[in-house]
């Protein structure tokens, strides 16, 4: 069973910086491809970032790219997604998911496990 935890969100003001990390347990966490959701109240899901499973290729979503930052520790079997100029906009519940096909894909439905989610508020 893989299991997928959060942590790292709260309140921030606009223009500041967060780091969320994601815990997964198993062994097969340093073949997974991982991936960063977010969403918002009143909205669907989207896609955020992903990583490979060896953590040389990233892809990310054109609303965060060059703020944001994904990483991983295969070692630690964690996950991270640093964010920086953070804008209201931003405000969100941030999902980690894990893809045991390491496809690295930007829609949900190649992700098997995901997390409960940790919340992100950006103050203007």
């Known amino acids: 069973q893989v299991q997928l935890v959060e942590s790292g969100g709260g309140l921030v003001q606009a223009g500041g910086s967060l780091r969320l990390s994601c815990a997964v347990s198993?062994?097969?966490?340093?073949?997974?491809?991982m991936g960063w959701f977010r969403q918002a109240p009143g909205k669907e899901r989207e896609f955020v970032a992903t990583?490979?499973?060896?953590?040389?290729?990233?892809y990310y979503a054109d609303s965060v790219k060059g703020r944001f930052t994904i990483s991983r520790d295969n070692a630690k079997n964690t996950v991270y997604l640093q964010m920086n100029s953070l804008k209201p906009e931003d405000t969100a519940v941030y999902y980690c998911a894990a893809d045991p096909r390491a496809t690295m894909g930007a829609t949900m439905g190649v992700y098997d496990y995901w997390g409960q989610g940790t919340p992100v508020t950006v103050s203007s």
């Open positions: 198993g062994r097969f966490f340093s073949v997974y491809g």
């Open positions: 990583i490979s499973w060896s953590g040389s290729r990233t």
